[in-house]
C-alpha cells in the first residue's frame, strides 16, 4: 500500500457512510471487518481506499472516488421524498442533485417529510451524517411555520405549552420547544399566522403533532436553519455544496475537528 494514499480503516467506513467512526470501531473488535481477506484488528489499521478489499459485516464496502467528502444543501419542495429511492414512484431527492455530483454515494441528512419544504442537507461523510442525527449533539432545527388559527384562539397559552415541554397525544414528553410569533394576519375570516419553531429533538413529525394536538392547522411548514447552516434564499429546488467554511463550522457543531 502507499503511504501517501492510506487512511485509517475506521474514518474509511465512515467516509464511506457505512457508519460512524464510534460504530466502525465497535465493528472492527467484533471481527465484522476485513481488509484483503483477513480480519482487520485495529481501526487504526491504515488502508488504500483505491487499491485494498474491505468488506463489513458480509458485503463489500465500495469506496469514493473522491478524495473529500461532499455536503451539498438542497431546498426541498414539497411532494418529494426525502429518500434514495422510493417503491411507489414518487420524486425522491436525489433527482435533484446535479450531474456534477452523480458519481457520489450522497445520502439524505434526516428528513423533511413529504408535505415540509426547506433546508435538507446531503453527505457522502458518513460520520458527520451520523453525527448530525444523534440525539447527543442536539443540534437545533429552526422551522417556519404557518398556521391556521381558530377565532379566539388562545396563542399564548399554547406557546407556554410548547416551551414547559407538552405530552402528544400518543403519549411522547417532549423536550421544551422555542416558539415566537413572526407575522400574523388576522380578519374576520382568516386567522392566519406565521410562527418560529427551535427544535433539538428528532422526533417524526414532531411540529405537525404538535400543532394537531393544539388545534392549529399547518399551511407551510419550512426548515430554515440546521446548526450553523442557513436557508438563505437558495430558490426551492435548487442546490449547492456548502463552502469550505460552511462545512467546517458543522464539523466543529458535531465534534468533528
Not at 483505491?50 to 463489513?56: L, N, S, T
Not at 452523480?102 to 419544504?117: A, Q, T
Request: with cysteine; glycine share 6%.
Amino acid at each position: 500500500m502507499s503511504e501517501n494514499n492510506e487512511i485509517r480503516l475506521n474514518k474509511a467506513l465512515a467516509d464511506a457512510g457505512i457508519c460512524s467512526r464510534r460504530k466502525a470501531d465497535e465493528l472492527i473488535f467484533a471481527g465484522f471487518v476485513a481488509v484483503n481477506g483477513k480480519i482487520a484488528e485495529s481501526p487504526a489499521t491504515r488502508i488504500d481506499i483505491h487499491k485494498d478489499k474491505v468488506i463489513c459485516q458480509g458485503k463489500e464496502v465500495i469506496f469514493s472516488p473522491h478524495k473529500k467528502t461532499c455536503v451539498l444543501m438542497l431546498h426541498k419542495p414539497i411532494s418529494v421524498v426525502s429518500t434514495v429511492k422510493d417503491p411507489e414512484g414518487r420524486t425522491t431527492v436525489l433527482e435533484f442533485i446535479p450531474k456534477a455530483y452523480k458519481g457520489r454515494r450522497l445520502y439524505p441528512v434526516g428528513r423533511l417529510d413529504f408535505f415540509s419544504e426547506g433546508l435538507l442537507l446531503l453527505t457522502d461523510d458518513g460520520e458527520l451524517a451520523n453525527r448530525l442525527m444523534h440525539p447527543r449533539w442536539h443540534i437545533p432545527r429552526i422551522y417556519h411555520v404557518k398556521v391556521r388559527l381558530p377565532q379566539n384562539y388562545a396563542l399564548q397559552k399554547t406557546i407556554d405549552l410548547m416551551q414547559k415541554g407538552m405530552i402528544l397525544a400518543e403519549g411522547e414528553k417532549l423536550a421544551p420547544v422555542k416558539v415566537k410569533v413572526l407575522t400574523q394576519k388576522k380578519t374576520e375570516k382568516t386567522n392566519e399566522i406565521w410562527l418560529e419553531f427551535v427544535l433539538t429533538q428528532g422526533l417524526n413529525r414532531q411540529i405537525r403533532r404538535m400543532c394537531r394536538d393544539t388545534d392549529m392547522t399547518i399551511l407551510t411548514l419550512r426548515r430554515v436553519q440546521q446548526g450553523p447552516i442557513f436557508l438563505g434564499n437558495l430558490a426551492k429546488g435548487s442546490v449547492r455544496e456548502l463552502t469550505e467554511k460552511e462545512q467546517a463550522d458543522l464539523r466543529f457543531a458535531v465534534g468533528i475537528q
